[in-house]
Protein backbone atom coordinates (compact mmCIF):
# COMPACT_ATOMS: atom_id res chain seq x y z
CA UNK A 1 0.00 0.00 0.00
CA UNK A 2 1.31 3.57 -0.56
CA UNK A 3 2.48 5.38 2.15
CA UNK A 4 2.22 8.44 2.84
CA UNK A 5 4.41 9.97 5.82
CA UNK A 6 3.06 13.86 7.75
CA UNK A 7 6.44 14.06 9.88
CA UNK A 8 5.95 17.29 11.09
CA UNK A 9 8.14 18.77 14.72
CA UNK A 10 5.50 21.50 15.18
CA UNK A 11 1.92 19.44 14.29
CA UNK A 12 -0.65 20.93 12.14
CA UNK A 13 -4.46 22.13 13.84
CA UNK A 14 -6.00 17.96 14.15
CA UNK A 15 -8.84 19.69 11.50
CA UNK A 16 -6.02 19.23 9.24
CA UNK A 17 -4.57 15.98 9.61
CA UNK A 18 -8.50 14.86 9.16
CA UNK A 19 -8.42 16.71 6.10
CA UNK A 20 -4.89 14.98 4.78
CA UNK A 21 -6.32 11.79 6.20
CA UNK A 22 -9.30 11.80 3.87
CA UNK A 23 -7.69 12.84 1.02
CA UNK A 24 -5.11 9.85 1.43
CA UNK A 25 -7.93 7.08 2.79
CA UNK A 26 -10.01 8.45 -0.84
CA UNK A 27 -7.15 7.50 -2.68
CA UNK A 28 -6.50 4.11 -1.05
CA UNK A 29 -3.25 5.12 0.53
CA UNK A 30 -2.38 4.84 4.28
CA UNK A 31 -1.46 7.88 6.00
CA UNK A 32 1.52 7.84 8.90
CA UNK A 33 1.88 10.51 11.44
CA UNK A 34 5.32 11.84 12.99
CA UNK A 35 4.49 14.60 14.99
CA UNK A 36 6.44 16.86 18.01
CA UNK A 37 9.47 14.74 16.75
CA UNK A 38 12.52 16.10 18.92
CA UNK A 39 15.22 13.97 16.81
CA UNK A 40 16.13 14.00 13.09
CA UNK A 41 16.24 10.41 13.65
CA UNK A 42 12.95 9.58 13.93
CA UNK A 43 12.37 11.12 10.71
CA UNK A 44 14.94 9.52 9.06
CA UNK A 45 13.45 6.08 10.35
CA UNK A 46 9.83 7.25 9.74
CA UNK A 47 10.47 7.81 6.17
CA UNK A 48 12.68 4.42 4.92
CA UNK A 49 9.29 2.99 3.80
CA UNK A 50 7.14 5.76 2.25
CA UNK A 51 6.42 6.73 -0.76
CA UNK A 52 5.82 10.31 0.02
CA UNK A 53 6.30 13.11 2.33
CA UNK A 54 4.11 15.82 3.43
CA UNK A 55 6.81 18.42 5.78
CA UNK A 56 6.49 22.03 7.41
CA UNK A 57 9.63 23.71 8.08
CA UNK A 58 10.97 20.03 8.96
CA UNK A 59 14.48 19.93 7.88
CA UNK A 60 14.20 17.50 4.42
CA UNK A 61 18.26 16.93 4.49
CA UNK A 62 20.32 14.60 2.55
CA UNK A 63 20.11 12.30 5.27
CA UNK A 64 16.45 12.27 5.13
CA UNK A 65 16.24 11.67 1.41
CA UNK A 66 18.67 8.84 1.03
CA UNK A 67 16.68 6.80 4.17
CA UNK A 68 13.44 7.17 1.63
CA UNK A 69 13.86 3.55 0.10
CA UNK A 70 10.59 4.33 -2.06
CA UNK A 71 10.59 8.05 -1.69
CA UNK A 72 9.29 9.44 -5.22
CA UNK A 73 8.01 13.12 -3.40
CA UNK A 74 8.46 15.64 -0.44
CA UNK A 75 6.05 18.38 -0.19
CA UNK A 76 6.26 21.23 2.09
CA UNK A 77 3.13 22.45 3.02
CA UNK A 78 4.00 25.89 2.68
CA UNK A 79 5.81 28.88 1.08
CA UNK A 80 9.49 28.72 1.65
CA UNK A 81 11.56 25.53 0.99
CA UNK A 82 14.97 26.11 2.08
CA UNK A 83 14.70 23.62 4.46
CA UNK A 84 14.50 20.58 1.71
CA UNK A 85 18.12 19.85 0.01
CA UNK A 86 17.01 20.39 -3.23
CA UNK A 87 20.50 18.75 -4.86
CA UNK A 88 20.27 15.83 -2.59
CA UNK A 89 15.99 15.33 -3.72
CA UNK A 90 16.88 15.86 -7.65
CA UNK A 91 19.91 13.36 -7.13
CA UNK A 92 17.54 10.75 -6.04
CA UNK A 93 14.78 11.56 -8.49
CA UNK A 94 12.63 12.66 -5.83
CA UNK A 95 10.14 15.73 -6.79
CA UNK A 96 10.06 18.60 -4.33
CA UNK A 97 7.03 21.13 -4.11
CA UNK A 98 5.74 23.50 -2.11
CA UNK A 99 1.98 24.85 -1.81
CA UNK A 100 2.15 28.42 -2.43
CA UNK A 101 -0.34 31.14 -1.25
CA UNK A 102 -1.72 28.34 0.82
CA UNK A 103 -0.61 29.99 4.10
CA UNK A 104 -0.22 33.14 2.96
CA UNK A 105 -3.21 34.94 4.75
CA UNK A 106 -2.41 33.73 8.33
CA UNK A 107 0.93 35.33 7.68
CA UNK A 108 -0.06 38.45 6.66
CA UNK A 109 -2.60 38.73 9.41
CA UNK A 110 0.06 38.46 12.05
CA UNK A 111 2.58 40.46 10.08
CA UNK A 112 0.12 43.68 10.82
CA UNK A 113 -0.64 42.36 14.18
CA UNK A 114 2.81 42.22 15.22
CA UNK A 115 2.94 45.74 13.63
CA UNK A 116 0.12 47.09 15.63
CA UNK A 117 1.34 45.52 19.06
CA UNK A 118 4.69 47.11 19.12
CA UNK A 119 3.44 50.66 17.86
CA UNK A 120 0.84 50.47 21.05
CA UNK A 121 4.34 49.66 23.06
CA UNK A 122 3.15 45.95 23.44
CA UNK A 123 -0.47 47.29 25.01
CA UNK A 124 1.07 48.59 28.60
CA UNK A 125 -1.45 51.74 28.92
CA UNK A 126 1.17 54.02 27.34
CA UNK A 127 0.65 56.04 24.23
CA UNK A 128 1.85 54.60 21.15
CA UNK A 129 1.33 55.28 17.94
CA UNK A 130 -1.21 54.35 14.72
CA UNK A 131 -0.30 53.02 11.91
CA UNK A 132 -2.38 55.14 9.28
CA UNK A 133 -0.72 57.42 7.10
CA UNK A 134 2.09 55.61 7.33
CA UNK A 135 4.36 54.27 4.84
CA UNK A 136 4.80 50.36 4.48
CA UNK A 137 7.66 49.25 1.96
CA UNK A 138 6.56 45.34 1.33
CA UNK A 139 9.64 43.90 -0.07
CA UNK A 140 9.23 41.27 -2.38
CA UNK A 141 5.51 40.89 -3.58
CA UNK A 142 4.43 37.28 -4.21
CA UNK A 143 1.84 35.90 -2.62
CA UNK A 144 2.39 36.93 1.38
CA UNK A 145 3.36 40.55 0.13
CA UNK A 146 -0.02 41.27 -1.54
CA UNK A 147 -1.76 40.09 1.51
CA UNK A 148 -0.13 42.33 3.66
CA UNK A 149 -0.67 45.35 1.29
CA UNK A 150 -4.36 44.85 1.35
CA UNK A 151 -4.35 44.41 5.14
CA UNK A 152 -2.17 47.49 5.46
CA UNK A 153 -4.30 49.74 2.72
CA UNK A 154 -7.22 48.83 5.41
CA UNK A 155 -5.47 50.38 7.91
CA UNK A 156 -4.94 53.64 6.13
CA UNK A 157 -1.18 52.93 5.32
CA UNK A 158 0.43 54.10 2.37
CA UNK A 159 1.65 50.79 0.41
CA UNK A 160 4.74 50.86 -1.51
CA UNK A 161 6.68 47.46 -3.16
CA UNK A 162 9.82 46.66 -4.41
CA UNK A 163 9.86 43.17 -6.70
CA UNK A 164 12.63 42.48 -9.19
CA UNK A 165 10.78 39.66 -10.53
CA UNK A 166 7.37 41.39 -10.77
CA UNK A 167 6.66 43.59 -13.70
CA UNK A 168 5.72 47.59 -11.74
CA UNK A 169 2.31 47.79 -13.70
CA UNK A 170 1.62 44.32 -12.47
CA UNK A 171 2.22 45.60 -8.63
CA UNK A 172 0.29 48.94 -9.16
CA UNK A 173 -3.16 47.02 -10.20
CA UNK A 174 -3.20 46.09 -6.33
CA UNK A 175 -3.08 49.67 -5.75
CA UNK A 176 0.54 50.11 -4.09
CA UNK A 177 3.25 52.30 -5.63
CA UNK A 178 5.93 50.30 -7.12
CA UNK A 179 9.58 51.19 -6.68
CA UNK A 180 12.21 50.91 -8.84
CA UNK A 181 15.22 49.99 -6.07
CA UNK A 182 15.09 48.63 -3.36
CA UNK A 183 17.54 51.43 -1.82
CA UNK A 184 14.17 53.46 -2.71
CA UNK A 185 11.56 51.25 -0.66
CA UNK A 186 13.96 51.77 2.06
CA UNK A 187 14.42 55.24 2.20
CA UNK A 188 10.63 55.97 1.84
CA UNK A 189 9.23 53.67 4.14
CA UNK A 190 9.33 53.69 7.90
CA UNK A 191 7.76 50.52 7.86
CA UNK A 192 9.29 47.58 5.82
CA UNK A 193 7.73 43.90 5.47
CA UNK A 194 10.22 41.19 4.51
CA UNK A 195 8.87 39.07 2.47
CA UNK A 196 11.70 37.43 0.27
CA UNK A 197 12.66 33.62 0.46
CA UNK A 198 15.90 32.78 2.17
CA UNK A 199 18.69 31.81 -0.88
CA UNK A 200 22.05 32.18 -1.63
CA UNK A 201 21.52 36.02 -3.52
CA UNK A 202 19.24 37.08 -0.19
CA UNK A 203 21.22 35.45 2.67
CA UNK A 204 22.39 38.55 4.82
CA UNK A 205 21.17 40.98 1.95
CA UNK A 206 19.27 43.16 4.92
CA UNK A 207 21.98 44.76 6.04
CA UNK A 208 23.42 47.77 8.13
CA UNK A 209 23.63 50.21 5.10
CA UNK A 210 19.93 49.08 3.61
CA UNK A 211 18.72 49.55 7.41
CA UNK A 212 20.22 52.77 8.06
CA UNK A 213 18.37 54.45 4.54
CA UNK A 214 15.22 53.88 6.65
CA UNK A 215 13.32 57.35 7.86
CA UNK A 216 13.06 58.44 11.80
CA UNK A 217 10.81 55.93 13.65
CA UNK A 218 11.75 53.06 11.48
CA UNK A 219 10.37 49.30 11.85
CA UNK A 220 11.62 46.29 10.40
CA UNK A 221 8.83 43.58 10.03
CA UNK A 222 9.79 39.70 9.56
CA UNK A 223 7.89 37.35 8.75
CA UNK A 224 10.20 35.21 6.54
CA UNK A 225 13.46 33.93 7.37
CA UNK A 226 15.82 35.17 9.96
CA UNK A 227 18.63 34.45 7.84
CA UNK A 228 17.84 37.10 5.56
CA UNK A 229 19.08 39.76 7.91
CA UNK A 230 22.62 40.42 8.41
CA UNK A 231 23.01 40.32 12.40
CA UNK A 232 25.98 42.12 12.84
CA UNK A 233 24.38 45.09 10.91
CA UNK A 234 21.35 44.77 13.21
CA UNK A 235 23.25 45.04 16.14
CA UNK A 236 25.01 48.08 14.06
CA UNK A 237 21.81 49.74 13.39
CA UNK A 238 20.11 49.17 17.33
CA UNK A 239 23.18 50.85 18.61
CA UNK A 240 23.35 53.52 16.17
CA UNK A 241 19.59 54.48 16.25
CA UNK A 242 17.18 54.74 19.28
CA UNK A 243 14.57 54.43 17.06
CA UNK A 244 14.74 51.18 15.22
CA UNK A 245 12.67 48.32 15.89
CA UNK A 246 12.86 44.98 14.89
CA UNK A 247 9.66 42.97 14.94
CA UNK A 248 9.96 39.21 13.86
CA UNK A 249 8.36 35.47 13.72
CA UNK A 250 11.67 34.09 13.47
CA UNK A 251 14.04 35.07 16.45
CA UNK A 252 17.34 35.88 15.58
CA UNK A 253 20.39 34.83 16.87
CA UNK A 254 21.40 37.79 18.61
CA UNK A 255 17.82 37.66 20.21
CA UNK A 256 19.52 37.28 23.99
CA UNK A 257 21.46 40.67 23.19
CA UNK A 258 18.83 42.90 21.90
CA UNK A 259 16.33 42.01 24.71
CA UNK A 260 19.27 42.85 27.13
CA UNK A 261 20.06 46.38 25.71
CA UNK A 262 16.80 47.14 23.65
CA UNK A 263 13.92 47.20 25.55
CA UNK A 264 10.54 48.52 24.42
CA UNK A 265 12.19 48.11 20.55
CA UNK A 266 11.50 44.75 19.62
CA UNK A 267 8.81 41.89 19.47
CA UNK A 268 10.06 38.51 18.78
CA UNK A 269 7.00 34.95 18.72
CA UNK A 270 8.31 32.40 20.65
CA UNK A 271 7.84 29.91 18.46
CA UNK A 272 7.48 30.64 14.53
CA UNK A 273 3.64 31.17 13.90
CA UNK A 274 3.21 33.03 11.17
CA UNK A 275 1.46 30.29 9.59
CA UNK A 276 -0.02 28.67 12.78
CA UNK A 277 -3.80 28.91 12.27
CA UNK A 278 -6.37 26.37 11.57
CA UNK A 279 -7.20 27.53 8.25
CA UNK A 280 -3.85 27.67 7.18
CA UNK A 281 -2.80 24.14 8.35
CA UNK A 282 -5.74 22.93 6.56
CA UNK A 283 -5.41 24.98 2.70
CA UNK A 284 -1.95 24.25 3.15
CA UNK A 285 -2.04 20.62 4.58
CA UNK A 286 -4.83 19.17 2.43
CA UNK A 287 -3.17 21.03 -0.55
CA UNK A 288 -0.16 18.99 -0.07
CA UNK A 289 -1.75 15.83 0.16
CA UNK A 290 -3.69 16.68 -3.27
CA UNK A 291 -0.58 17.15 -4.57
CA UNK A 292 0.70 14.03 -4.07
CA UNK A 293 -2.48 12.09 -5.05
CA UNK A 294 -1.85 13.97 -8.46
CA UNK A 295 1.47 13.13 -8.74
CA UNK A 296 0.99 9.50 -8.17
CA UNK A 297 -1.79 8.76 -10.10
CA UNK A 298 -1.35 11.53 -12.83
CA UNK A 299 2.19 12.37 -12.84
CA UNK A 300 1.00 16.16 -12.45
CA UNK A 301 4.31 18.27 -11.56
CA UNK A 302 2.43 21.42 -11.09
CA UNK A 303 4.64 23.29 -7.75
CA UNK A 304 7.73 21.33 -8.36
CA UNK A 305 10.48 23.20 -7.70
CA UNK A 306 13.56 20.93 -7.98
C1 LIG B 1 6.26 29.03 5.08
O1 LIG B 1 7.34 29.11 4.47
O2 LIG B 1 5.25 28.56 4.54
C2 LIG B 1 6.15 29.58 6.47
O3 LIG B 1 7.38 30.00 6.94
C3 LIG B 1 5.46 28.63 7.43
O4 LIG B 1 6.30 27.70 8.03
P1 LIG B 1 5.73 26.59 9.03
O5 LIG B 1 4.86 25.67 8.26
O6 LIG B 1 6.93 25.91 9.59
O7 LIG B 1 4.94 27.28 10.09
Same mark, same amino acid.
Do not use: W
Given at each position: ???????????????????????????????????????QADLIKAVEDVDAMIIRSDKATKEVIDAGQNLKIIVRAGAGYDNIDLQAATAKNVVAMNTPGQNS?? @?????????? +??? $? *??????????????????????????????????????VYAFDPFIAKEKIEKFGVKAVDTVEELYSTCQYVSLNIPSN???????????????????????????? @?????????? +??? $? *??FKYISDIAPDCKSEIESKYEGRYFFTPKKMGAQTAEANINAGIAAARQIVNFLEKGDITFKVN
Open positions: MTKILVATEKPFAPAAVDGIRKVCEEAGYELVLLEKYTDNA @VAELALGMMV +YLA $R *NQYNGTAGRELKGKKLGIHAFGHVGQLVGEIAKGFGMEEKTKKSINFGLLSLMPEGATLVNTARKE @VIDEDGLLAI +YNE $R *ND
